[in-house]
């Protein structure tokens, strides 16, 4: 089964860029019909979707998110990235990467999962 890794800092100014890389082994971001996603989840509230990479490198992201949001890839790493732009300590979550076959965009339907990484979002 497909393995993800999170990987970024832990730490953000306001005003900020905030960038996380996953790293994917045991399979390939190219994998025909497999989407590559972006989770969080805020303290004390439930997950959320960010947005998707699909197998072809298109995206799709949450409305709520998506003036601020960029998903990317780098094929010959084998890994994708999101960048979250103009943060605010709302923005403070575990941040999960995750993937399965099929488009879907509700946490509960993604099959595979990174372990999630911090971020917190203060001055």
């Known amino acids: 089964q497909v393995q993800l890794q999170e990987s970024g800092p832990g730490l953000v100014k306001p005003s900020q860029t905030l960038s996380l890389t996953c790293t994917v082994s045991?399979?390939?971001?190219?994998?025909?019909?497999?989407?590559w996603s972006w989770i969080r989840q805020p303290p004390g509230k439930g997950l959320e979707w960010i947005g998707n990479?699909?197998?072809?490198?298109?995206?799709y992201y949450s409305p709520s998110l998506k003036s601020r949001t960029s998903i990317s890839r780098d094929r010959s790493k084998n890994q994708f990235t999101l960048q979250l732009s103009s943060v605010t300590p709302e923005d403070t979550a575990v941040y999960y990467c995750?993937?399965?076959?099929?488009?879907?965009?509700?946490?509960?339907?993604?099959?595979?999962w990174g372990q999630g990484t911090q971020v917190t979002v203060s001055s």
């Open positions: 995750a993937a399965r076959a099929g488009y879907v965009n509700r946490p509960a339907d993604f099959g595979s």
């Open positions: 990479i699909a197998y072809s490198g298109h995206t």
């Open positions: 045991k399979g390939s971001i190219t994998t025909f019909y497999y989407y």
